[in-house]
Every structure is written in C-alpha cells, then in structure tokens.
C-alpha cells in the first residue's frame, strides 16, 4: 500500500505543478520485483547527457555495494538530464568575501520578515496545531522553529520546486565538480530512498539543488531524519504532519537543546571591539571571557555558559549578537548565519502574533514543552 500511496502523492503533486511528469511505477503487479529501481534496459553504458561522464562508472560501481544493478543504474542515469542552468545558479550563490558593511542582513531578512510570511506561519500553525503540539513535546523543539523553516524553506509548502530530482543532482555529482563528491553521496541516497521508498527515481521534483518536500530535506537527510509522524506508514516529506515530524526530528538529532535560548543581541559596551574578534557561528566563547572584553547579553542572561559572537551588516554598522547551543543548531539546516538568524527572527515573529491572538499564553513563552513536562505544555489553542 505504501507502494501505491506514494505513487497517487507523487503523480498528485506534479500533476498540481504542471509538470506533466509520468510517474510510472518501478515495480507493479505482473511480477517486476519492487526492489528494482527501474526495469533495466540490459545495457551498462550510459547514454544520453552524461554518456562519457568517467564519474559514472565509479558511480555505477559504487552502487553494487548497495544490490543495485549496473544495468539498472546506467538505465536511470542514461534518463537523466543535464541542466546547464542548475550550474550557473550554483555558481551565483558561491560564496563572495564581503566588504561591508553594505546593509547584507538588512536585505536578507527582509526578504523572509514579510507581513505575508507571519500571517501564513500563523495559519500553517493554527492548521496544524495537533501536529506542532505534539512534535514539540516529543522532540523538544518549539513549534515557532518548526514553523519558520518550513516557511523560510519553502513559505510553508508554496515553493517546493520543478527541478526533477535525478536531474539536479546528476547534473551536480557529474558536471560540477567543486562540490562533486557532496552530491554523488545525495545522489546515491537518492536511488537508495526511490527503491526503499518504491518510488520512480524520475518522479519527485524540488529544488534545483535536489531537496525536497515542505522542509526541503536532501535524500540524506530522509533517510537519516526523516519520521511518519502521522503513523500512516510512509515518510513522506510533503505532507506537512510528517514535514513538521521530521523537521523538529532533524533538530534534536542535531543537538537541539529543550528550554535554552537561540540567541540574544548583544551589547556592545564603550571601549570594546567586537571588530577585532573572529565572528561567525562556528565561534565559541565563554559568556564571560565576552563580558570581560565588554560584551555581554542584553534581556535575561540567564543561560548557557558560551556562545558564538555573531556579526550582522545592517548598513552603516554592524549589529552583534550572542549565538548559543541552539543557533549552531539551527545552522546544520543551512551552514549561514544569516539563515539561521532569519529563522529565529520569523519565529519570534510569528509567535508574538499567535500570542496576540491568544493562541499561545505569553507566560509560557520562554519555556519549551517537554514530555517530562507535560503539565507546562504550551497551549496552541486560539481564543474563539
Ligand atoms: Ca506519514
């Protein structure tokens, strides 16, 4: 059944888009085995775009550990296709030293802090309000960090991406090779999930980089983090119950700590330098060798013992920030300070507007819920 669940939310979900793809099945029920990836054509060579790519026949190699064929492995790359644009949309987001400031934050968050982007969230939260309880108590996460990935990754379902997944990450295992070796891993995490999954490896779309589904997980991240949180027996990333499972999942596994802080902006006192000092996320210091050198926490310090030193270009300066054990965290969704500070902004944001229309007591709102704790559970619960 999970077979043919898949396949109707696959064929569902491109047909929604417009894709117009043929999600046939790779196994059906004459007899074709449905732990075959593809009926293989017999052939191992590679035809298509990627024929005499040297890359893919270490590739097709490298799948045999995994009691993939190398007939049926040439078969699904022969299919694919190479997407010249997927390169030059990774070449643009390469990373360029900065000379600032230059206002890259003040951009940046605008582009996630929208009036649109905090009323959705509390619409996404209010629809599933049952699910973001119930993944809070059991992973620790509250549900705003739950909410502005999905929002920051994909405005809560809306941008899931065209991009045939076979195809981005062919294109980026084979013909980019400043990040091959990552890529071959996601493509060969890929083709496992699809036969796992009995899902045809030409059917799910996402972004152009290969993630997918409402938290934009890459074919590792689902077979790592992935969870059935609505218990109908399938991981499926674009529903949001399992979306919101798996991502508070992915945070706990990552180190998410229940009832720390994410970060707090610091004050920078007269004298100190804050310039001087290496900032970034994957900084630590102690919260009071920062003191000592005339940084320290604005609000409620209370909490852990050491922090990054973030620094953010607001323009005509640059704002700093004190990072904790739950900011690092949120940044193994995204390797970017700025990302992981855009989700902590659209979370706060979009709690202070549940709180506004009495869904979230206020008094609870520093306090993450646990299942140890199950008598301060956050009530999601909107007034009228
Ligand atoms: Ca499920």
Redesign the pocket.
Known sequence: MLFFRLMVILFGLTTLLGCGSTTSRSGDAAGVSSSRLVPASGSTRVDGDFAGYAATSEFIQRMQRHGFSPSEVATVLSGAKREQWIIDAMNRQAPRPSTGPTGAWVRYRAKFLTEDNIANGVRFWQRNEAALERASARYGVPPEYIVAIIGVETRYGGYIGKTRIIDALATLAFAYPRRAEYFTSELESFLIMARDEGVDPFGPRGSYAGAMGLGQFMPTSFRDYAV?????????LW?P??AIGSVANYFRSHGWRAGEPVAVRARVEPGADPGSMKTGFDTRYGVRELAGRGITSTGTPRGPSQASLLRLDVGTSYEYWLGFNNFYTITRYNHSTYYAMAVHHLAQAIRARMAGAGGVRVSDASRTPTESDPGRRVSLRLAG
């Open positions: 059935d949180f609505d218990g109908d027996g399938d991981r499926d529903s119950v399992d």
